[in-house]
């Protein structure tokens, strides 16, 4: 779980990210805007925790990059001080949370489990979900085009799914492996990139309009042939 920062005290910032990364949670701060923006721009999280105090976190294209570089939702925890904060909160009309200051260490953890599992909600059994030609039926891990079933590993299918779902933003080998393997599983470069020649060749990605690209040092990015013409 990848989680960036913006808190414009350098004591405040060490202490939250120093807590969130002794939890468990990879965790990037930031002091300023201009840094955060780059680091947005590198590369995909699953949440921001904003101090709404400063300037860039209520800038309108500030939140619309947020939004471009999560791959599923727009997610963001704001860190307000006050009521009257709430109300401007309120104002954004954008999907966010919000923890008020002081933050307490066990009520900052909390917010940020059950928020990414809120992230993280696995689709419906019955609810099928359409790509371009594809089709995947959760219910019993099915991927068709047309009539026709592909036959799929399990890893295979998520990582499909993964894809198809963060069509056009880049996704890093370690995010990958978090999302796709479990903790205990040993995996490398190797193992994901066997997995993501299968799929790409299984789902003819060439012959439907679809392009999986590698990036150097980084990982991988699927994108639509079509719209890229477009």
Not at 59 to 79: G, K, R, T
Not at 93 to 108: A, E, F, G, T
Not at 192 to 205: A, G, N, Q, R
Not at 209 to 215: A, D, E, F, K, N
């Amino acid at each position: 779980m990848k989680i960036v920062t913006l808190e414009h005290d350098p004591d405040v910032s060490s202490s939250l990210n120093r807590t969130l990364r002794l939890a468990g949670y990879h965790s990037k701060g930031h002091s300023a805007g201009d840094a955060l923006r780059r680091t947005l721009r590198a590369g995909t999280f699953d949440l921001a925790i904003l101090d709404w105090d400063m300037a860039d976190t209520r800038d309108n294209a500030m939140l619309d990059l947020i939004h471009q570089s999560f791959p599923f939702e727009w997610q963001v925890i704001f860190v307000i001080g006050n009521s009257e904060d709430k109300k401007a909160l309120e104002s954004l009309h954008r999907p966010c949370h919000y923890l008020v200051k002081p933050i307490p260490i066990s009520n900052l953890l909390t917010r940020v489990k059950l928020f990414l599992q809120h992230v993280w909600r696995k689709e419906p059994v019955n609810n099928e979900m359409q790509f371009g030609p594809y089709s995947f039926e959760p219910a019993n891990n099915v991927v068709r085009i047309g009539d026709t079933e592909i036959p799929l590993t399990p890893k295979e299918y998520a990582l499909a799914l993964l894809l198809l779902r963060s069509l056009s933003n880049p996704l890093s080998r370690v995010y990958i492996s978090e999302k796709i393997w479990s903790r205990g599983e040993r995996i490398n470069a190797r193992t994901i990139t066997t997995h993501l020649s299968m799929i790409k060749s299984k789902l003819k990605f060439s012959q439907y309009g679809y392009r999986l690209m590698p990036i150097y040092n980084y990982g991988y990015r699927l994108d639509s042939v079509a719209s890229d013409s477009e």
